[in-house]
């Protein structure tokens, strides 16, 4: 079985604060891929970035970045000088590859975050 | 252009109607999702398809059905069997390190 969780509900920051998203995951396969998801008001899910178990390096990309641990089976998400624009649901989610995962996507059940001029 | 396309965008039912749901993508991926969500809440998996005339049930399959004839098609079926329909329905297609989504059919039971 698979599980992601989000425990951050919801969050609010004031515009330029730098904000976390936390992602924990559970699997038991050893070949996976970690996403991130951002969904504004409009509904459609925008693609983020995405890990493969075998890459624990940290990525950067602009104002955001990954932190993948698999030592502790979290993959966060910070925003660094947050913006109005970042305010959306943002949702991890898990692809395991193999066993009897059969390409299973499990989603968190993802972190509003209002980030207030 | 290649993507995923659902229609409609906004779709009203009578309860007691069944009503289908549309999904159809072009970037010749193997795996399709339906992914029912709710005001405030996250995704939950209905059903997933990893190949064509193959699919699995997800965590809240009961009241819809789905069918994979062609790789390109994952129709969701809502029953009149499913007790509460309106949502937001997501269809997402994926190959192992990559998974895109349509932009979404509203359902609303008048």
């Known amino acids: 079985a698979q599980k992601v969780t989000q425990a951050q509900t919801e969050i609010s920051v004031v515009e330029k604060e730098d904000v976390t998203l936390d992602c924990v995951y559970e699997t038991r396969d050893t070949t996976y891929y970690l996403f991130w998801y951002k969904q504004p008001p409009s509904g459609e899910l925008v693609f983020l970035i995405r890990?493969?178990?075998?890459?624990?390096q940290n990525e950067i990309s602009g104002r955001y970045s990954w932190n993948f641990q698999k030592s502790t089976s979290s993959f966060n998400f910070t925003i660094t000088a947050s913006q109005v624009v970042d305010s959306a649901v943002y949702f991890c989610?898990?692809?395991?590859?193999?066993?009897?995962?059969?390409?299973?996507?499990?989603f968190g059940k993802g972190t509003l975050l209002t980030v207030n001029p | 252009d290649g993507g995923i396309t659902q229609s409609p965008k906004y779709l009203f039912r009578k309860e007691g109607q069944n009503v289908t749901l549309s999904c159809e993508q072009n970037l010749n991926h193997d795996a399709m999702y339906w992914y029912r969500q709710d005001p405030g809440q996250g995704l939950r998996l209905i059903y997933y398809?990893?190949?064509?005339?193959?699919?699995q049930k997800g965590d809240i399959a009961e009241g819809y059905s789905v069918s994979r004839e062609k790789k390109e098609s994952f129709p969701l079926t809502v029953t009149s069997a499913q007790k509460n329909p309106t949502a937001f329905y997501l269809c997402?297609?994926?190959?192992?390190?990559?998974?895109?989504f349509g932009q979404g059919t509203r359902l609303t039971v008048v």
């Open positions: 398809s990893q190949i064509v005339n193959d699919f």
């Open positions: 989610a898990l692809r395991a590859v193999g066993g009897g995962s059969n390409y299973k996507l499990t």
């Open positions: 890990r493969n178990s075998f890459d624990e």
């Open positions: 997402a297609s994926s190959i192992v390190n990559e998974a895109f």
